[in-house]
């Protein structure tokens, strides 16, 4: 394993958490690790995946592409998050097609020591079963946001959605620390990317959000106090949380 990185930070993957330092060095004894450059392609659609992916630093996307040609976003992974578990485990092929948004720094880890690691350590199997069942709510939440006819409550939806694992709280309101261009709204939506401008563009003139760099967004304390009926069907435990940081704000 190369050393152009901290040594320690496969410590704060969040697969691999509950592990101690020697179970950690384990894994880091047999894992590998690759460059990936901004838009290479990590994992195609339909290939046979092999590998399990920790992010050490930069973030991707898992994309689909649908038949009229439009690519969707599934999901995104920052530093400290993994892919590819699905298919190691179902022995099935990629569902849909990881892309590096940023420069990448990435460990890979092989099946058999994937496998080998998950059945020794009854903790790390308990994390795998727990991050699953988590990603696959978020998952269905993300299919129900589509239901929103109206735009801006299908992006207010899908900020929500975002914020129990990006969110930050602040004096100021509520901030994504994510990296979301107006595409990246648009795919994860299904609403055209033009759409979404008008919409982002509208609420910094009206003060209810701001783009800070590395394009988090900032939003105010009142941004989605009206909505939160609207929200409460959508995502009980989401809408419920968001409302108790408003109140107490």
Known sequence: MEEDHNPDI???????????????????????????LKNETILHEEDTNEFLYMI???SVKV????????EMVLAMHRSRDFFGEMSLLDGKTVPATVVAMEDSLVAIMSKKDFYSVLFSQRALLEAVLRILCSRLRESWEKVRL?????TALRIK??????????GEEGDEGLT???????QSIADMTGLAR?????MLDKWQREGEITILK???????HDFLKKDLDSFADFSDKKAGSFESHLISS
């Not at 994309?63 to 439009?70: R, S």
């Not at 939806?157 to 990006?166: D, N, R, T």
């Not at 033009?194 to 008008?198: A, H, I, S, W």
């Open 176 to 182: 994504l620390r994510i990296t979301l261009t107006h």
């Open 146 to 150: 589509l239901t929103f006819k109206d």
């Open 194 to 198: 033009e759409t979404v401008t008008r």
């Open 214 to 220: 590395d394009k988090f967004i900032l939003m105010n």
């Open 157 to 166: 939806a899908l900020f929500l959605i975002l914020s129990s694992e990006y």
């Open 63 to 70: 994309v689909q592409t649908t038949q009229d040609g439009k």
């Open 10 to 36: 496969l410590k704060t993957i969040e697969l691999l958490s509950t592990l101690s330092d020697e179970e950690v060095e384990h894994v880091r004894e047999r894992a590998v690790i690759k460059k990936f």
């Open 56 to 58: 050490l630093s930069g």
